[in-house]
């Protein structure tokens, strides 16, 4: 790109890029912007070359000359403008700017970005930067000057490793819900005897502990689970379908190679860019979905999956006893005040009820009977309310400290609802809430 007469200048400036055919042919280079104004000369391209790590789309070459008289903030406001451009269309586009600043720093207007030339280019001062957003992706060279230039040429050597070769795959275990392995274990749970649990022993926190322990046995008897290995630079829309079609074109390409007929390898690639044009547009619609959903949760999920958005794994607070003695002392405190608050209101109550009563009874002067109070009636939780309350539970949700998911107590819960109601009911009986459904125990003080 030469320059225009909308530069003001009459000579020097001027930018080009140079492209290997080998690399990338003249097919898949595409002219994104030319600027040419008194601050700023761009040229921007996109290049698909022959071979590009799976985590980029393509490569977006910015090459920039920003005269020496210029207004540098004017000069990287414009630029900023024009990145802040390509990455939010081309988000999977590797990104680099290259060129003569002369005094800018682009990492004023981008501070994300990494600058790779670490050598004076021309006499002790560095003019000509490398920009891109990944750390240690090159490392410069200084080279002999072409023809009568008074810049050093500078030779960027790839230092960048791929994402599939800086991070191991990550293997989990998924378990499979068909209508046939919830069957099966709904089946298995109608079969339990709970009352064998119930007569084995007196303590809620034992009797809680065998039957979460033996629902986590039937489930992991009768649910199949399967490994599942993601790979760190997969994509978000990859799903089955994918996987399949591609393992079908490569068992084509394969017997195409030996059979010399490789109609049958055209017709799987076909089949694998059909596949790969549904799955981006259902991960479309599922986006759109979530956005025009009520609630909070589903804009933010959303946004995460936007931006690969990964959230630091959380994991459980350790603490030393003295935490515990302070959180004992700290609410011992509250509930002695209120102790004896109620008890001074209670004393205050029966002296004036007791001077009101000639013969002492609350109540007696207007003919109504002592009973038993609101607080001194025993909470009882019902077996229905209870199954209602499975019947809604969040799938989605994570499993409490009791190891039992979500999934088993909606999709069983007619099953489950009888012995949960006993437990919570004894639970509240005897005023003992069971180990199994704390993740820690504070021991008071005596």
Same mark, same amino acid.
């Given at each position: 790109?030469? *320059?225009?007469?909308?530069? +003001?200048?009459?000579?020097?400036?001027?930018?080009?890029?140079?492209?290997?055919?080998?690399?990338?042919?003249?097919?898949?280079?595409?002219?994104?912007?030319?600027?040419?104004?008194?601050?700023?000369?761009?040229?921007?391209?996109? $290049? *698909?070359?022959?071979?590009?790590?799976?985590?980029?789309?393509?490569?977006?070459?910015?090459?920039?000359?920003?005269?020496?008289?210029?207004?540098?903030?004017?000069?990287?406001?414009?630029?900023?403008?024009?990145?802040?451009?390509?990455?939010?269309?081309?988000?999977?586009?590797?990104?680099?700017?290259?060129?003569?600043?002369?005094?800018?720093?682009?990492?004023?207007?981008?501070?994300?970005?990494?600058?790779?030339?670490?050598?004076?280019?021309? !006499?002790?001062?560095?003019?000509?930067?490398?920009?891109?957003?990944?750390?240690?992706?090159?490392?410069?060279?200084?080279?002999?000057?072409?023809?009568?230039?008074?810049?050093?040429?500078?030779? $960027?050597?790839?230092?960048?490793?791929?994402?599939?070769? *800086?991070?191991?795959?990550?293997?989990?275990?998924?378990?499979?819900?068909?209508?046939?392995?919830?069957?099966?274990?709904?089946?298995?749970?109608?079969?339990?005897?709970?009352?064998?649990?119930?007569?084995?022993?007196?303590?809620? %926190?034992?009797?809680?502990?065998?039957?979460? +322990?033996?629902?986590?046995?039937?489930?992991?008897?009768?649910?199949?689970?399967?490994?599942?290995?993601?790979?760190? /630079?997969?994509?978000?829309?990859?799903?089955?379908?994918?996987?399949?079609?591609?393992?079908?074109?490569?068992?084509?390409?394969?017997?195409?190679?030996?059979?010399? /007929?490789?109609?049958?390898?055209?017709?799987?690639?076909?089949?694998?860019?059909?596949?790969?044009?549904?799955?981006?547009?259902?991960?479309?619609?599922?986006?759109?979905?979530?956005?025009?959903?009520?609630?909070?949760? %589903?804009?933010?999920?959303?946004?995460?999956?936007?931006?690969?958005?990964?959230?630091?794994?959380? !994991?459980?607070?350790?603490?030393?006893?003295?935490?515990? /003695?302070?959180?004992?002392?700290?609410?011992?405190?509250?509930? =002695?005040?209120?102790? %004896?608050?109620?008890?001074? %209101? =209670?004393?205050?109550?029966?002296?004036?009820?007791?001077?009101?009563?000639?013969?002492?009874?609350?109540?007696?002067?207007? !003919?109504?009977?002592?009973?038993?109070?609101?607080?001194?009636?025993?909470?009882?939780?019902?077996?229905?309310?209870?199954?209602?309350?499975?019947?809604?539970?969040?799938?989605?949700?994570?499993? +409490?400290?009791? +190891?039992?998911?979500?999934?088993?107590?909606?999709?069983?819960?007619?099953?489950?609802?009888?012995?949960?109601?006993?437990?919570? /009911? $004894?639970?509240?009986?005897?005023?003992?809430?069971?180990?199994?459904?704390? *993740?820690?125990?504070?021991?008071?003080?005596?």
């Amino acid at each position: 790109m030469d *320059r225009m007469a909308d530069s +003001g200048k009459s000579r020097g400036g001027g930018v080009c890029v140079m492209v290997n055919n080998s690399w990338c042919n003249n097919a898949n280079v595409v002219t994104l912007t030319r600027s040419c104004s008194p601050n700023l000369e761009l040229l921007a391209l996109k $290049l *698909r070359p022959f071979y590009l790590p799976r985590e980029f789309t393509s490569v977006i070459i910015n090459t920039v000359y920003i005269p020496p008289q210029a207004n540098m903030d004017t000069a990287l406001c414009e630029l900023h403008e024009a990145l802040t451009q390509f990455q939010t269309q081309h988000q999977d586009a590797a990104l680099i700017v290259v060129g003569d600043f002369n005094s800018a720093n682009l990492k004023r207007a981008v501070p994300n970005l990494y600058q790779h030339v670490t050598f004076p280019t021309r !006499g002790n001062r560095t003019l000509d930067h490398c920009y891109t957003p990944y750390k240690d992706s090159y490392k410069a060279l200084a080279h002999p000057p072409f023809g009568k230039s008074d810049h050093a040429a500078i030779f $960027l050597l790839p230092k960048y490793k791929q994402r599939l070769k *800086r991070e191991a795959p990550v293997q989990r275990e998924v378990a499979r819900w068909t209508d046939q392995s919830v069957a099966a274990l709904q089946d298995a749970l109608d079969d339990a005897d709970w009352d064998m649990f119930r007569h084995s022993t007196d303590d809620v %926190s034992e009797f809680t502990e065998v039957v979460v +322990g033996f629902i986590g046995k039937l489930v992991d008897d009768t649910i199949p689970r399967i490994t599942i290995k993601k790979f760190s /630079n997969q994509k978000p829309w990859v799903d089955r379908t994918i996987c399949e079609a591609l393992n079908s074109r490569t068992a084509a390409y394969n017997a195409g190679i030996i059979s010399g /007929n490789m109609d049958e390898y055209k017709s799987a690639a076909y089949n694998v860019r059909r596949a790969v044009r549904e799955a981006k547009w259902h991960y479309g619609k599922k986006l759109e979905t979530q956005f025009q959903q009520s609630g909070s949760r %589903s804009p933010w999920q959303g946004l995460w999956m936007i931006t690969d958005y990964r959230s630091p794994p959380s !994991g459980l607070m350790s603490a030393d006893e003295s935490l515990a /003695n302070e959180l004992n002392i700290f609410f011992a405190h509250f509930e =002695a005040t209120s102790s %004896s608050a109620n008890a001074n %209101s =209670a004393n205050a109550n029966g002296a004036s009820a007791n001077s009101a009563s000639p013969n002492g009874t609350i109540g007696a002067a207007n !003919g109504t009977c002592a009973g038993p109070t609101i607080e001194q009636r025993p909470l009882i939780i019902m077996e229905s309310d209870l199954r209602r309350v499975f019947k809604r539970v969040n799938t989605r949700k994570a499993m +409490g400290p009791d +190891g039992i998911c979500g999934r088993v107590l909606k999709a069983c819960a007619d099953q489950l609802a009888p012995v949960f109601t006993d437990i919570f /009911n $004894l639970s509240l009986t005897l005023g003992i809430v069971p180990s199994s459904f704390k *993740r820690s125990t504070i021991v008071p003080v005596p």
